[in-house]
Protein backbone atom coordinates (compact mmCIF):
# COMPACT_ATOMS: atom_id res chain seq x y z
CA UNK A 1 0.00 0.00 0.00
CA UNK A 2 0.96 3.33 0.17
CA UNK A 3 3.05 4.83 2.31
CA UNK A 4 3.45 7.99 4.52
CA UNK A 5 3.08 11.26 2.56
CA UNK A 6 3.71 14.91 2.63
CA UNK A 7 3.09 18.09 0.68
CA UNK A 8 5.10 19.94 -0.53
CA UNK A 9 8.45 18.63 -0.54
CA UNK A 10 9.67 21.86 -0.94
CA UNK A 11 8.97 25.52 0.45
CA UNK A 12 10.41 28.83 0.23
CA UNK A 13 8.95 31.41 2.39
CA UNK A 14 9.56 35.34 3.03
CA UNK A 15 10.26 35.62 7.19
CA UNK A 16 7.26 36.44 9.05
CA UNK A 17 4.68 34.64 6.45
CA UNK A 18 2.73 31.40 7.98
CA UNK A 19 2.86 28.01 6.39
CA UNK A 20 1.79 24.67 6.40
CA UNK A 21 3.09 21.47 6.01
CA UNK A 22 0.89 18.34 5.22
CA UNK A 23 1.06 14.35 6.27
CA UNK A 24 -0.75 11.55 5.13
CA UNK A 25 -0.03 8.57 7.60
CA UNK A 26 -0.44 5.02 6.34
CA UNK A 27 -3.66 4.01 6.33
CA UNK A 28 -4.97 2.65 9.62
CA UNK A 29 -1.48 3.91 11.48
CA UNK A 30 -2.86 5.01 14.68
CA UNK A 31 -0.03 7.24 15.81
CA UNK A 32 1.20 9.96 14.37
CA UNK A 33 4.38 12.20 14.85
CA UNK A 34 6.52 15.00 13.82
CA UNK A 35 9.73 15.70 13.73
CA UNK A 36 12.21 18.74 12.67
CA UNK A 37 15.76 18.02 10.99
CA UNK A 38 18.31 20.71 10.82
CA UNK A 39 21.10 20.18 8.36
CA UNK A 40 23.39 18.05 9.25
CA UNK A 41 21.63 16.95 12.49
CA UNK A 42 19.42 14.38 14.37
CA UNK A 43 15.79 14.29 14.21
CA UNK A 44 13.90 17.08 17.14
CA UNK A 45 10.49 15.69 18.31
CA UNK A 46 8.19 18.01 17.90
CA UNK A 47 4.73 16.79 18.58
CA UNK A 48 3.05 13.70 18.98
CA UNK A 49 -0.83 12.22 17.80
CA UNK A 50 -2.35 9.16 19.38
CA UNK A 51 -5.91 8.38 18.00
CA UNK A 52 -8.32 10.43 19.90
CA UNK A 53 -5.80 11.15 22.46
CA UNK A 54 -4.60 14.66 23.89
CA UNK A 55 -1.32 15.19 21.11
CA UNK A 56 2.23 15.02 23.20
CA UNK A 57 2.99 18.61 22.59
CA UNK A 58 5.97 18.63 24.68
CA UNK A 59 8.40 19.10 21.43
CA UNK A 60 7.25 22.64 19.55
CA UNK A 61 9.91 25.12 20.39
CA UNK A 62 7.23 27.90 20.31
CA UNK A 63 4.06 29.04 20.14
CA UNK A 64 4.13 29.58 16.37
CA UNK A 65 4.04 26.35 16.23
CA UNK A 66 0.64 24.20 16.34
CA UNK A 67 -0.45 21.18 14.73
CA UNK A 68 -3.68 19.27 13.83
CA UNK A 69 -4.93 16.08 12.86
CA UNK A 70 -8.19 16.05 11.33
CA UNK A 71 -10.16 12.47 11.42
CA UNK A 72 -7.50 10.44 12.85
CA UNK A 73 -5.82 10.70 9.80
CA UNK A 74 -4.24 13.92 7.41
CA UNK A 75 -2.02 16.45 9.89
CA UNK A 76 -1.04 20.01 9.37
CA UNK A 77 1.81 21.42 11.02
CA UNK A 78 1.70 25.25 10.75
CA UNK A 79 4.35 27.51 11.82
CA UNK A 80 3.37 31.28 11.94
CA UNK A 81 5.24 34.35 11.37
CA UNK A 82 8.40 32.03 9.90
CA UNK A 83 11.78 32.95 10.97
CA UNK A 84 15.27 31.96 9.79
CA UNK A 85 15.91 29.05 12.39
CA UNK A 86 12.66 27.31 11.21
CA UNK A 87 14.43 26.20 7.79
CA UNK A 88 14.56 22.85 8.36
CA UNK A 89 13.39 19.88 7.25
CA UNK A 90 9.87 18.49 8.52
CA UNK A 91 9.43 14.97 8.89
CA UNK A 92 6.33 13.25 10.02
CA UNK A 93 5.82 9.14 10.79
CA UNK A 94 3.14 6.99 11.78
CA UNK A 95 3.42 3.68 13.37
CA UNK A 96 0.59 0.83 13.64
CA UNK A 97 -0.15 1.01 17.30
CA UNK A 98 0.58 3.18 20.09
CA UNK A 99 3.15 1.40 21.01
CA UNK A 100 6.80 2.67 20.00
CA UNK A 101 8.07 0.20 17.44
CA UNK A 102 9.32 1.05 13.75
CA UNK A 103 8.40 3.78 12.45
CA UNK A 104 7.18 4.66 9.19
CA UNK A 105 8.56 8.57 7.57
CA UNK A 106 7.50 10.36 4.98
CA UNK A 107 10.08 12.00 2.41
CA UNK A 108 9.75 15.41 4.30
CA UNK A 109 9.16 19.20 3.59
CA UNK A 110 12.16 21.20 3.24
CA UNK A 111 11.04 24.28 4.63
CA UNK A 112 13.33 27.52 3.98
CA UNK A 113 13.18 30.99 4.75
CA UNK A 114 14.54 33.63 3.44
CA UNK B 1 22.07 16.86 25.12
CA UNK B 2 21.25 14.39 22.69
CA UNK B 3 20.06 10.89 24.25
CA UNK B 4 21.84 8.78 21.34
CA UNK B 5 25.10 9.71 20.28
CA UNK B 6 26.56 7.92 17.05
CA UNK B 7 30.08 7.41 16.59
CA UNK B 8 32.19 8.66 14.28
CA UNK B 9 30.19 11.46 12.88
CA UNK B 10 31.50 10.21 9.49
CA UNK B 11 32.92 7.28 8.40
CA UNK B 12 34.87 6.92 4.64
CA UNK B 13 35.48 3.39 3.44
CA UNK B 14 36.13 1.16 -0.01
CA UNK B 15 33.17 -0.63 -1.40
CA UNK B 16 33.51 -4.35 0.13
CA UNK B 17 35.15 -3.51 3.51
CA UNK B 18 32.86 -3.64 6.75
CA UNK B 19 31.39 -0.39 8.73
CA UNK B 20 30.94 -0.27 11.72
CA UNK B 21 28.90 2.41 13.85
CA UNK B 22 28.36 3.21 17.88
CA UNK B 23 25.48 4.92 19.67
CA UNK B 24 25.88 5.20 23.32
CA UNK B 25 22.66 6.49 25.26
CA UNK B 26 22.10 7.94 28.72
CA UNK B 27 18.76 6.40 30.52
CA UNK B 28 17.07 3.38 30.48
CA UNK B 29 15.67 1.90 27.12
CA UNK B 30 12.62 -0.33 26.31
CA UNK B 31 14.56 -1.03 22.84
CA UNK B 32 16.80 1.27 20.43
CA UNK B 33 16.69 1.04 16.44
CA UNK B 34 18.47 1.81 13.48
CA UNK B 35 17.45 4.03 10.91
CA UNK B 36 19.07 5.26 7.37
CA UNK B 37 18.25 8.39 5.68
CA UNK B 38 19.41 8.99 2.01
CA UNK B 39 20.10 12.48 0.65
CA UNK B 40 18.77 14.48 3.98
CA UNK B 41 15.14 12.69 3.37
CA UNK B 42 12.55 10.23 5.07
CA UNK B 43 14.40 7.53 7.39
CA UNK B 44 14.32 3.93 6.60
CA UNK B 45 14.01 1.47 9.49
CA UNK B 46 16.42 -1.11 9.18
CA UNK B 47 16.36 -2.94 12.60
CA UNK B 48 14.82 -3.18 15.72
CA UNK B 49 16.63 -4.73 18.99
CA UNK B 50 14.98 -5.15 22.75
CA UNK B 51 16.58 -4.54 25.91
CA UNK B 52 16.50 -8.03 26.86
CA UNK B 53 18.44 -8.85 23.24
CA UNK B 54 22.03 -8.36 23.12
CA UNK B 55 22.37 -9.56 19.01
CA UNK B 56 20.72 -9.49 15.99
CA UNK B 57 21.05 -9.99 12.29
CA UNK B 58 19.51 -8.78 9.52
CA UNK B 59 21.10 -9.72 6.00
CA UNK B 60 24.53 -7.94 5.29
CA UNK B 61 23.60 -5.91 9.15
CA UNK B 62 24.45 -6.98 12.64
CA UNK B 63 23.63 -5.25 15.63
CA UNK B 64 24.76 -5.44 19.08
CA UNK B 65 23.50 -3.96 22.53
CA UNK B 66 25.20 -3.74 25.44
CA UNK B 67 22.72 -2.40 28.59
CA UNK B 68 25.60 -2.17 30.82
CA UNK B 69 27.66 0.01 28.95
CA UNK B 70 24.31 1.78 27.51
CA UNK B 71 25.68 0.86 23.84
CA UNK B 72 25.21 -0.72 20.94
CA UNK B 73 26.74 -1.11 17.05
CA UNK B 74 26.02 -1.30 13.99
CA UNK B 75 27.78 -3.43 11.36
CA UNK B 76 27.23 -3.51 7.66
CA UNK B 77 29.55 -6.50 6.57
CA UNK B 78 30.43 -6.54 2.63
CA UNK B 79 29.88 -2.45 2.09
CA UNK B 80 28.02 -1.37 -1.52
CA UNK B 81 28.59 1.61 -2.71
CA UNK B 82 24.92 1.58 -1.99
CA UNK B 83 25.15 1.54 1.44
CA UNK B 84 26.51 5.44 1.07
CA UNK B 85 23.76 7.22 3.35
CA UNK B 86 23.42 8.69 7.08
CA UNK B 87 22.48 6.25 9.70
CA UNK B 88 20.91 7.28 13.15
CA UNK B 89 20.32 4.89 16.07
CA UNK B 90 16.73 5.98 17.81
CA UNK B 91 16.01 4.79 21.43
CA UNK B 92 12.63 3.56 23.06
CA UNK B 93 12.55 5.02 26.42
CA UNK B 94 8.99 5.35 27.15
CA UNK B 95 8.16 8.28 26.22
CA UNK B 96 5.92 8.56 23.53
CA UNK B 97 8.86 9.13 20.86
CA UNK B 98 11.73 7.96 19.68
CA UNK B 99 14.97 9.75 20.63
CA UNK B 100 16.88 10.41 17.86
CA UNK B 101 21.18 10.65 17.49
CA UNK B 102 22.76 12.93 15.18
CA UNK B 103 23.98 10.40 12.73
CA UNK B 104 26.97 8.66 11.40
CA UNK B 105 27.63 9.68 7.58
CA UNK B 106 28.82 6.47 5.66
CA UNK B 107 30.78 6.87 2.18
CA UNK B 108 31.40 3.62 0.50
CA UNK B 109 33.81 4.43 -2.35
CA UNK B 110 33.32 2.10 -5.06
Known amino acids: GAGVSQSPSNKVTEKGKDVELRCDPI?????LYWYRQSLGQGLEFLIY????????KSGLPSDRFSAERTGGSVSTLTIQRTQQEDSAVYLC????????????FGPGTRLTVT | SQQGEEDPQALSIQEGENATMNCSYK?????LQWYRQNSGRGLVHLILIRSNEREKHSGRLRVTLDTSKKSSSLLITASRAADTASYFCATDTGRRALTFGSGTRLQVQP
Open chain 1, 27 to 31: SGHTA
Open chain 2, 27 to 31: TSINN
Open chain 1, 49 to 56: FQGNSAPD
Open chain 1, 93 to 104: ASTETSGVYEQY
